[in-house]
Nanobody, 130 residues
Framework: EAQLVESGGGLVQAGGSLRLSCAAS????????IGWFRQGPGKEREGVSL????????YYADFVKGRFTISNDNAKNTVYLQMNNLKPEDTGDYYCSAMIGSWRFILATMQEGGSHDDYWGQGTQVTVSS
């Protein structure tokens, strides 16, 4: 059974850091790009960052550029999201999604908040206190 499991969320003060993990099992992870999304309280789900498993190409939403770093560990079938200098507005549930298609198509999907057709994890909660 294809499965994505996120971990690493928690409560942190503004300016602090967290590292989220997205571990995949049950499918060929290599064929997919992995996106991180988040949904804040009362907000729509939004794309945060994306990494191509094939060539390591990355994308960051403007609101996390310079603060978040996405990386990939092929051996562990895991993608990480290092989040530094966290702000209260980063609070939300963070999800990873395994997305397939051209980079252009995946970027468009990410900017639309993701697709129900893709694999999703159950999410991990991030709370940033001021």
């Amino acid at each position: 059974e294809a499965q994505l499991v996120e971990s690493g969320g928690g409560l942190v003060q503004a300016g602090g850091s967290l590292r989220l993990s997205c571990a995949a099992s049950g499918f060929t992870f290599d064929d997919y790009s992995i996106g991180w999304f988040r949904q804040g309280p009362g907000k729509e789900r939004e794309g945060v960052s994306l990494i191509s498993r094939s060539d390591g190409k990355t994308y960051y939403a403007d609101f996390v550029k310079g603060r978040f770093t996405i990386s990939n560990d092929n051996a562990k079938n895991t993608v990480y999201l290092q989040m530094n200098n966290l702000k209260p507005e980063d609070t939300g549930d963070y999800y990873c999604s395994a997305m397939i298609g051209s980079w252009r198509f995946i970027l468009a999907t990410m900017q639309e908040g993701g697709s129900h057709d893709d694999y999703w994890g159950q999410g991990t909660q991030v709370t940033v206190s001021s």
